[in-house]
């Protein structure tokens, strides 16, 4: 019995687009926050707790294009054809905050307002068209004959808009537990206070999409719902809930369970998208034939994925460490000295 190569990069691409929902999804968190905070020292703390690891965040994005590309071309033609504006977008997005980024440090006073404002709204975009991606891929994608064949205009639903207001304030979530973690002071306190209501937001999003999802695709409805697949699922939404909870409690007194605790839900989160799509690469469209494609059917020839596969067990563990070593050298807490230049 030989090796499920397509399996194996299948999961490969879904834990690197999950590390990076989580780890660039913080730092775009604290520029979502920028707008709630005043002081421009308290902005700089915010800045000077993401700027060694903020870019190194994003390698995960790249590694999970170039891992669909190599192991499923058909997804990578087919998923970029369809979802070409939103992902532009996002680009856009992520541009201008690494330019807002370096330009603000490096501003006069008189004009630091506007590169705070380039900060948010390059964080706001790249955040809000994630969302608005991950609902339209939710949704499905018309393919025949191998090929996408919507219009360049499919992506925008109720759905994927909802979704992209729902990752904004996930990734809001994010950040806010993260400077709970990495400051002090009455900029720790504000964020104390931001997280209550972003915990509720979060339930309240993921409960409408867990009912919306399986409403409008009954192939997810069955995967959920048949028995025995509701003994076997039913722990991950009771567990989430516990999280939530202990997410909850631990705001008030906390320094890094929050943030752990977030990370934990939106694990979470991310695992119960994947058993609902699993194996499809390419969801199938509501009322529209054929189906979705599955992993085995979009796959690039087994000897080029497992060409690939050697390389990507190799540069797996290197970014890894890099980033481990990143986050253990910049540990502890910000002081308004740390403002990065």
């Known amino acids: 019995m030989g090796i499920d190569t397509a399996a194996i990069w299948a999961v490969i691409i879904l834990v690197g687009v999950m590390l990076y929902v989580i780890a660039d999804g913080f730092d775009l968190g604290v520029g979502l926050l920028f707008p709630f905070v005043n002081g421009e020292k308290d902005r700089d703390r915010m800045m000077a707790s993401v700027a060694p690891?903020?870019?190194?965040?994003?390698?995960?994005?790249?590694?999970?294009?170039?891992?669909?590309?190599?192991a499923f071309p058909l997804?990578?033609?087919?998923?970029?054809?369809?979802?070409?504006?939103?992902?532009?977008?996002?680009?856009?997005?992520?541009?201008?905050?690494?330019?807002?980024?370096?330009?603000?440090a490096k501003s006069s006073d008189a004009?630091?307002?506007?590169?705070?404002?380039?900060?948010?709204?390059?964080?706001?975009?790249?955040?809000?068209?994630?969302?608005?991606?991950?609902?339209?891929?939710?949704?499905?994608?018309?393919?025949?004959?191998?090929?996408?064949?919507?219009?360049?205009?499919?992506?925008?639903?109720?759905?994927?808009?909802?979704?992209?207001?729902?990752?904004?304030?996930?990734?809001?979530?994010?950040?806010?537990?993260?400077?709970?973690m990495k400051t002090d002071g009455l900029l720790q306190s504000l964020m104390r206070r931001l997280t209550y209501p972003l915990v509720i937001m979060l339930l309240v999003f993921m409960l409408v999409v867990s009912i919306w999802t399986p409403l409008g695709h009954p192939a997810i409805a069955e995967r959920w719902f048949s028995l025995p697949n509701l003994y076997w699922l039913a722990p991950l939404p009771i567990v989430t809930l516990l999280a939530c909870v202990w997410l909850l409690c631990s705001v008030k007194q906390g320094e890094a369970t929050p943030f752990l605790m977030t990370l934990v839900v939106v694990m979470l989160g991310f695992i119960g998208l994947g058993i609902s799509l699993w194996p499809n690469v390419i969801p199938p469209a509501l009322n529209f034939w054929p189906p979705g494609i599955d992993i085995w059917e979009a796959s690039s020839p087994v000897a080029s994925q497992g060409f690939a596969l050697v390389?990507?067990?190799?540069?797996?563990?290197?970014?890894?460490?890099?980033?481990?070593w990143s986050y253990y050298v910049f540990r502890g807490k910000v002081s308004a000295e740390d403002a990065y230049h």
């Open 111 to 180: 004009s630091r307002h506007l590169w705070n404002k380039a900060f948010f709204a390059g964080s706001l975009l790249a955040s809000f068209s994630q969302g608005v991606t991950l609902g339209s891929y939710l949704n499905g994608i018309r393919v025949v004959d191998g090929q996408f064949a919507g219009t360049a205009w499919d992506w925008i639903s109720p759905f994927s808009l909802f979704c992209g207001v729902a990752l904004s304030a996930t990734y809001a979530l994010l950040g806010s537990t993260w400077l709970i």
């Open 53 to 70: 690891i903020w870019d190194g965040n994003e390698t995960w994005l790249v590694l999970g294009g170039a891992a669909l590309m190599a």
């Open 311 to 324: 390389g990507a067990l190799v540069i797996i563990p290197i970014i890894l460490m890099y980033s481990a």
């Open 75 to 104: 997804a990578y033609a087919v998923v970029l054809s369809a979802l070409y504006l939103p992902i532009v977008f996002m680009l856009i997005g992520l541009i201008l905050r690494g330019v807002a980024f370096e330009a603000r």
